[in-house]
């Protein structure tokens, strides 16, 4: 039986990174994105190298574009092994300059997008009584404080808590399904463009009052690879990885915020 993955945010990044290890390794794979178009080229590059694909042009904040994601899956394929929920977006102000539509696009599919995946394919992967995983793309940005980017934060926080809260409920049935969450740093991705798949309901036309965009800019164009982040995701889940961290030395980071709280 060919295993199947699925990954939403696919056609780029850190979700594209990820597709491509996956059919690297033999498994067939769904693509779900946004962008129709980089969409499509990526099913025609990877079909070409011999994988089986099926692509679905998914919003992940659309709770119904979830579940036909989830429907096109089983219809295809009758099972899945591996979902990772990763479509992010950002958008970068004090936070208390972020309009109800700032807040409306990030939490819809930075944190809906996860609970709809959550949702939707939960229910049938218990079915399936075979070992499978759950990959829920957070952040570092997830696991420590600091100014700037709030949205973000509050997002990431959220995918963290929830991919706990997850992994211990479904401990608790003595189901198949482990669970993880990816804590990135800086990754060389499109993620700061992002707003131009922002829905024009949802759009704020003032600028971004953040200086520190161009730094993140900088820092993102140093950063790791998504071929290398999609490394660490597959050896976490052959390895039952709960936390994945990209960035080790980082982890001082989540220290001295749990050091803080427990003072």
């Known amino acids: 039986m060919k295993r199947v993955a699925v990954v939403t945010g696919a056609a780029s990044g850190i979700g594209r990174g990820m597709a491509e290890r996956f059919a690297a390794e033999g498994m067939a794979v769904v693509l779900a994105d946004i962008e129709e178009k980089p969409l499509e080229k990526l099913e025609t590059e990877l079909t070409r190298k011999g ?11 659309k709770s119904e574009e979830v579940e036909n994601l989830a429907e096109q899956t089983y219809h295809a394929f009758g099972h899945v092994h591996i979902l990772c929920n990763n479509a992010g977006v950002v958008c970068s102000r004090p936070i208390w300059e972020h309009t109800i539509e700032d807040w409306q696009w990030v939490l819809g599919v930075n944190l809906w997008g996860v609970i709809h995946g959550i949702r939707a394919f939960v229910p049938r992967m218990l079915s399936q009584n075979t070992k499978c995983h759950i990959v829920n793309t957070a952040s570092i940005l997830g696991m420590v404080k600091g100014p700037g980017e709030g ?18 409920e479904l401990a608790q049935k003595n189901s198949e399904i482990q669970v993880h969450v990816l804590c990135p ?25 953040i200086g520190g965009i161009s730094n993140a800019q900088l820092e993102m164009e140093a950063g790791m690879s998504p071929e290398e982040v999609a490394d660490h995701v597959y050896k976490a889940i052959q390895t039952s990885t709960f936390y994945i961290f990209t960035h080790p030395e980082q982890k001082a980071l989540v220290q001295e915020r749990m050091e803080n709280i427990i003072k």
Do not use: F
Request: avoid cysteine.
């Open 151 to 168: 949205i973000y934060k509050v997002t990431k926080h959220g995918v963290v808590v929830l991919s706990e809260t997850l992994a211990d």
């Open 51 to 61: 994988a089986t694909i099926l692509s679905v042009r998914t919003d992940v904040s």
């Open 185 to 209: 740093g800086w990754v060389r991705t499109g993620i700061l463009e992002s707003d131009r798949n922002r829905p024009d309901k949802q759009q704020n036309h003032k600028v971004e009052s």
